[in-house]
């Protein structure tokens, strides 16, 4: 029994409770409904009298009642504090959400000896829930219809939604997807730590960025796939969410692929094409060359590559090159010679826009052109002496500046040179830097004429003729041996490069399958000549041909051709007689009587 005092603070505890602006409610400790709130007749427009009779029950959605009461015997039979949502009919017949929670009251002794309610509208809040839920079934409605496949991914980059192009694609659920692991799943495993990796530091950083991995298709293929990450902001400019787009570039992939290792093929071909891997020769002389070429390659160190004009000394650059640590980088090859000498800065070191008139764009050196690579400075000796400073520079300090430029910017670039010329000679003339001289010298290679190989004469006739036969669609049995024994009398000034010349053309225009070369295709015997006896001979050679063609000239009065021509006297063609003269150098005019008619 409650005391007059506590009936009185209960009377007063209704008061309050009926003024509260809230549904509020209590019932008995088995439930049984000992007090609505006036708040709640007011807003159901359920009386006293009907809520005596029916209970609270029929303001409840008849849809959500059964889930109400359930929830309800579920906590008197716990004892303890809950909660559950419910459509509550207003008194104009409008049904709003409500939150209904419920606390049990207990004496000192833990008995519950009550239970409150109270109803709390939810109604607006419910229906954002709804519009959020809504607009995000739009959206999925919309990356559905899109072919592209869409993940999106927290802040952290776990996925929490991919569209139905991705789960078509990988042939996964959306629960696949969701679960852990899933990244292992899809993307190959090589290369998923890098992957992760980059997906970290792109993360990170909170702006787009792009990735590309092998994918895991349904069928169990990887295919290529590039990723682009775009963050999602809040009002506040915080990254929320990730949507990350792939779009399956393997075809493309492999077509670059494949466009690259034909490349490669091509790359291979025009190497074998122009020799470049193929030094021709097994004399003592080239071999040592070639020792020295093997023991340079490995470093980084400076060549400087020396020998007459044409005996491969851009060859040996190349096979250096190859045999290199940079072989999978670029070989740029600059002929000094055949720049003007006011545009090989420009051309060394690349300028920038505006350096000079017509300079509209910064252009790059062939410096920066090789980096990472190898730079062949044919013919070093030829370069004037204000490049041949800036060339020291760059070897010391590894950086260069561009022509109208000012900052250095440093390159990484493995440099080998070459000369015909005796740079000794150069110094002393005052026409090379000694400086640079021996910053270039760090290792010389001396490659040998072809005088001094002639061991390879046999050898390298051979390897031109199958070349150039196989280009001309001629196959030789054999080179008569009047012209190998012409070769070994011949001096070869112009050294394998000649060679090579007289071959090609001697390959033109042979018939049948022996090659056969005219003699007058050869070159003046040069001042090596002398060196050696066999050279000797044929300078003697030369000298006593000379002397008949001039003798036979001056009997004709500068007639070549013609019954009476020097060509008659001298019983050979006078095609053949007029290519000696070229190649003598008789001036047959001094031999032409004055009022004769010209001459052929
Ligand atoms: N040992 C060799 N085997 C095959 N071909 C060679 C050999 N040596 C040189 N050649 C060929 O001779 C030609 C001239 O060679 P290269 O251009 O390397 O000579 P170089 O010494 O650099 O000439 P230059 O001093 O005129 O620049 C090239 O076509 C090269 O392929």
Redesign the pocket.
């Known amino acids: 029994m409650l005391s007059v005092d506590s009936q009185m603070s209960e009377d007063n505890l209704r008061q309050v409770i009926d003024t509260l602006p809230t549904l509020v409610w209590c019932t008995r400790p088995d439930g049984s409904t000992e007090f609505l709130n006036k708040r709640w007749h007011d807003y159901t427009g359920c009386s006293p009298e009907e809520s005596r009779v029916h209970g609270w029950q029929p303001t409840v959605h008849p849809e959500d009642l059964p889930r109400v009461v359930a929830k309800g015997q579920e906590l008197l039979a716990s004892g303890q504090p809950g909660e559950v949502e419910g459509r509550i009919r207003r008194h104009d017949g409008v049904f709003r959400w409500f939150l209904l929670r419920v606390e049990p009251l207990r004496d000192e002794t833990g008995k519950i000896v009550r239970w409150y309610g109270v109803q709390t509208d939810i109604d607006d809040l419910k229906q954002i829930e709804e519009k959020l839920r809504e607009e995000d079934r739009e959206l999925r409605r919309i990356t559905d219809a899109i072919p592209q496949t869409i993940v999106v991914v927290d802040t952290s980059g776990v996925p929490i939604y991919a569209n139905q192009a991705m789960l078509d694609y990988a042939g996964l659920s959306a629960e696949d997807i969701l679960t852990s692991g899933f990244r292992e799943r899809f993307s190959h495993p090589d290369g998923l730590e890098k992957l992760k990796e980059q997906r970290a530091a792109g993360l990170s950083r909170g702006l787009p960025f792009e990735l590309e991995h092998r994918a895991r298709r349904k069928d169990g293929e990887y295919r290529w796939c590039l990723v682009r990450f775009n963050p999602f902001r809040d009002e506040m400019g915080r990254v929320v969410r990730w949507y990350a787009t792939g779009t399956d570039i393997d075809d493309r992939v492999k077509a670059e692929e494949r466009t690259r290792n034909e490349n490669q093929v091509l790359r291979e071909q025009i190497d074998r094409d122009?020799?470049f891997e193929?030094?021709?020769?097994s004399s003592e002389a080239?071999r040592k060359v070639l020792r020295q070429v093997a023991k340079v390659a490995s470093s980084d160190s400076t060549v400087l590559i020396l020998?007459e004009?044409?005996?491969?000394?851009?060859?040996?650059a190349r096979a250096i090159h190859k045999r290199s640590k940079r072989a999978s980088r670029a070989f740029i090859g600059v002929n000094c010679a055949a720049i003007p000498p006011s545009l090989i800065a420009s051309e060394l070191f690349g300028y920038e826009k505006g350096a000079f008139t017509g300079a509209t764009q910064r252009r790059l050196g062939r410096f920066e052109s090789a980096s990472g690579g190898t730079l062949f400075l044919?013919?070093v000796g030829d370069l004037p002496l204000d490049i041949q400073i800036a060339l020291l520079r760059v070897l010391q300090e590894r950086e260069i500046q561009r022509v109208g430029g000012n900052t250095a910017i440093s390159v990484d670039v493995r440099v080998l040179a070459?000369t015909?010329r005796d740079l000794d000679v150069l110094v002393a003339d005052g026409k090379f830097r000694e400086d640079l001289l021996y910053r270039l010298n760090v290792v010389p290679i001396v490659?040998p004429s072809l005088r001094e190989r002639a061991d390879?004469l046999p050898l390298?006739v051979e390897?031109f003729i199958t070349r150039f036969g196989k280009n001309a669609g001629k196959t030789f049995r054999a080179i008569d041996d009047k012209t190998l024994n012409l070769f070994r009398a011949y001096g070869w000034p112009g050294?394998?490069?000649e060679l090579?010349n007289v071959i090609e053309r001697a390959v033109i225009l042979s018939e049948g399958d022996i090659c056969a070369v005219d003699e007058t295709w050869l070159k003046r015997p040069s001042s090596h000549t002398a060196a050696s006896p066999a050279f000797a001979l044929s300078g003697v050679l030369h000298k006593r041909e000379k002397e008949m063609i001039e003798a036979a000239l001056a009997a004709s009065n500068g007639r070549v051709s013609g019954p009476t021509g020097a060509a008659t006297k001298l019983g050979i063609p006078t095609k053949t007689l007029d290519s000696k003269i070229g190649r003598l150098g008789i001036n047959k005019y001094q031999f032409r009587a004055s009022g004769t008619e010209p001459f052929a």
């Open positions: 122009s020799m193929d030094i021709v020769g080239l020998g004009t044409g005996t491969g000394k851009e060859l040996i044919d013919e070459a015909h490659v390879d390298l390897y050294n394998v490069r090579q």
